[in-house]
């Protein structure tokens, strides 16, 4: 789970401060670390929206539908059917520690064992471990990689034709799957990776309809969010019904009954769900206040030899169309009284991040130069590796710490209810944590979970600090993602969040690929023993994490300073106009 988790929500697309100082201060840090160029002007003269393509200059603003131009029912009902097709396809890959005791049951990749290991009547050999492992491996590295693609997609095509990838894929997956005991070639691989490629599809292609309440707009996305995290379940409920029939529901059964998901989406798509993205708040009042001034412009040539008096009339009558004719449809949706606490509220989230605008003057290009990209970047590699890889090795690793496979499953079906749960019981407090927490703060508060939950993966002989460890890791789950996510919209900008965000992600996703050589290691090297990988990552994630936090809070430093000073800027223009006004009329 990752996929421009919270700070995509369009409630923040229009996030802007005065930030003459700071872009001093971008130069500064492009200075410092050899990248001084001028600034992007085309990125800083724009309106601020989000792109979700990561390789597009700006999005393109037309082909895109405001709110108050689709009926209120209607809407409803685009986002309720969005949260369910969400709910069951954009993340059930990650689902894979309750999927795979049902594979290893089917006997899948059986044939890899030695006659040794079959003799001896092993429940899982180390062949097929590994062949098992690296599927999920290869599922979740391009989960996270096509999220280039998805965003070139949406951006280009639109949401209907993005999710209808998603739905080709999702119906070849499932197809590969419930027919790859039946084919000569290895259809599990394929087929899971197909699944991994098109949850990301209809996910990121859903996080438009966001607008389609703009005062409501970070609930919506919260719970899409949830959606995808809470999506896990499928192989869960799938597994417990696959038990509960005497393992007469066979994975063919349930794949094939599974293509009624991609069917729904297809109908939804064709019959009620927009064929372009809905505009967002900053779109909306960027067109009502571009109409206003044309017809300001209208009015004033043609009373362009108006007394002052009749002008002042004429700028009153232009602000009685502000607010009763053309934008009403615009203030009807997000309310005079809401929009002002938004913008209160999110000059404190700003102000709170100690960061905000460190980098925002900057190109793309510029900003992946700089520690502040590299850094994140080998923070977030790290941290994906480490949480991949225990999806994927959970149960065995639990049976060499406990010395018991009855205690491993116990563990593992916690695992199983506790991951998609995890998800949804976090997002109200990482919410909290993030808008009044600074940058440099949760950061800390990332690496100290990581390296807590380090420590209590490699304690044996112990059931309560196997719940405990796992406990947290389905709260720092979500919590590592929504915050490298955020940490990548306060410092590089909305301008260019879609290119550096995504590289961050693809560049972790790529990384994962390292999953597979340190499965390798822990069957064929250690003979199944979980520390040493795992004291290796923890190690290697807390050295890394010190130094991102260590640079963070250096330089946060100077972005707080700056900050101050542009508010004493902007405090002094304000008073200044009165005191004239003042003396003129004395």
Known sequence: MSLLHRTSSTESFGRRISTTGLSDLAQQEATNYGTAQQPDVKSTGQSGKLTYNPVADAANDEGTVGAYEVASRKRSAQVLVAIIYCL?????????????????????????????????DVEVCHEQELRLNLMFTIAAVCTNVCALPVGYVLDTFGPRVASSIGCVLLTAGSLLLAFASDVKFDGYIPGYLCLGLGGPFIFISSFHLSNTFP???????????????????????YRLIY???????????????????????????????????????????????????????????????DTSRTNGEHNTNNAILSSDTLPTEVTSLLGHDDAAKKAKHEHQVQKASGVYGALHHLSAWQQIRTPWFLLITAFTVVQMIRINYF???VRPQYEYLLHSL???????????????????????????????????????LLVLFATLIGILGVIPNSLAFGYTHISLFVIYRPFYYTAVSDYAAKVFGFNTFGKVYGLIICTAGIGNFVQYALDWVRVKVVNGDPLPVNVGLCVVGAGVGVALVGFVWWRGRAVRRELLEVEALEARERVMPAGRDGGGDG
Request: contains cysteine; charged residues 15%.
């Open 88 to 120: 069951l396809a954009a993340g059930i890959v990650f689902g894979y520690a309750a999927l795979k005791p049902v594979l290893i049951s089917e006997h899948v990749y059986r044939d890899l064992c030695t006659p040794a290991e079959l003799e001896d």
């Open 215 to 237: 005062k409501r707009s970070g609930l919506i996305l919260a719970v899409l969010t949830s959606a995808f995290d809470t999506s896990s379940a499928v192989f869960l409920v």
């Open 243 to 305: 038990n509960a029939s005497n393992y007469t529901f066979t994975p063919k059964k349930f794949f094939l009954l599974y293509l009624i998901v991609p069917i729904f989406i297809v109908i939804a798509q064709t019959f009620l769900m927009p064929s372009v993205s809905y505009k967002t708040v900053g779109e909306m009042i960027a067109k009502a206040e571009a109409e206003q001034d044309e017809l300001r412009a209208s009015g004033e040539q043609q009373n362009g030899q």
């Open 391 to 393: 999806i994927s090795t």
């Open 406 to 444: 009855p205690l491993a499953h116990t563990l593992n079906t916690f695992f199983d209810f506790a991951l998609p749960l995890g998800g949804v019981l976090a997002a109200p407090f990482v919410g909290l944590i993030l808008d009044y927490t600074s940058v440099p703060m949760v950061l800390s």
